[in-house]
């Protein structure tokens, strides 16, 4: 029996995680939920899954959710903030830590993970983003093990077990986003609810916007540069619409890995529980006779340039890294409101990296710096507009 922290689990990878935990109660133990302030729906989790800690980081909803809990009769810890967080993250009955909060939120309890040598199933991508070179470096000091749930680095682990040091490129596929044939005009005028129809993955908001512009698929090239300690331009990224093929692995010898599947996260999900072993799920299994072509293209990044944005940024260095996750948070933010367009997303995020000087990141402190300093000029920026 394996028992499982879920760092966000009111959130769609939260969500799933439990999904994947209830067909399989004899494997796994829910330990510590979660959440920022949907605490209706934390509610119908503690009650199911009667975990030992539950937080809610928002102080206000934490009192609401402590005096509607009060009748259940069962011993739990109820905490919030910050350090409700961490000690989730930390709780010394835990095995895995599932870190799916969305955000660079997720960064300081995942690193709490990490510092404590837990195995962690990373979903949250901002966490390598931001800080990419502190938590490997970490994780490696305690002997923390990260396992990627993020769907294209699962992929990648997958197909990379037994092969590490033969890599020579991976290929990271990208479905091209709800705005695939739109053309530079077209994509000025689309609306948000056009943005949050995904064509294949039913996601959480901030990711599927990602996913509209690209910058998903950068996000996803600086993850994936510190999950496998692979330069810039050892990662390539290829449109696949279909989304079937997850992402894939060139060796030196010409050999190419690729892992396939239906595009359901509970599969990375439930690897990221059961890694090494595999254990049976009955659905999502990939039907070939319903897809009789795969294909493959350049990303564009003319019309989607936040794609070259990431790409720009890691190459700059860590602190660039920080300033366009930070602006881009606020960008999307601003956008989901409905205070900016859908391409505003990228100028803004491209006017904050060029008045960006860089930085040494050696700490986390250094690490909310950068992040700071970028999301105020973000707002800056658009009170000026
Ligand atoms: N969804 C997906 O299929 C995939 C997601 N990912 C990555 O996984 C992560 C989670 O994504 P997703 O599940 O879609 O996100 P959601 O927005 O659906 O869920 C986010 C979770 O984080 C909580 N949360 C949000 N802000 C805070 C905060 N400031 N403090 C504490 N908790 C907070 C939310 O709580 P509440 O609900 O109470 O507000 C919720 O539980 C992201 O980094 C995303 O990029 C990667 C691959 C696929
Ligand atoms: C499910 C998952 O891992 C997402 O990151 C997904 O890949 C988003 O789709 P895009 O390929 O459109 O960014
Ligand atoms: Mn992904």
Known sequence: MKNISILGSTGSIGCQTLDVIRNNRDEFNVCALTANSNI???????????PDIVVVADYEKYKEFKSSIASYNKHIEILHGEDGLNCAATYEKTDIVMSALVGIAGLKPTYSAVEKGKTVALAN?????????????TAKEKNAFIIPVDSEHSAIFQCID??????SKIILTASGGPFRKKTAQELKDVTLSDALQHPNWNMGKKITIDSATLMNKGLEVIEARWLFDMAAQNIQVYIHPESIIHSMV?????AVLAQLGVPDMKIPIQYSLTYPERIVASDSKLDFSKHNSLSFGEPDTDRFPCLKLAYDALLDGDSSCIALNGANEVAVSLFLQGKIGFTEIYDMVAKVLEGHSKININSLDDVFQVDNWSRNVALELYKKR
């Open 40 to 50: 209706d729906i934390l509610y119908k989790q503690v009650l199911e899954f009667d």
């Open 162 to 167: 037994r092969n590490r040091e033969f890599i």
């Open 125 to 137: 991508k901002e966490t390598l983003v931001t800080a990419g070179r502190i938590v490997t470096n």
């Open 250 to 254: 060139e060796f030196i010898d010409g």
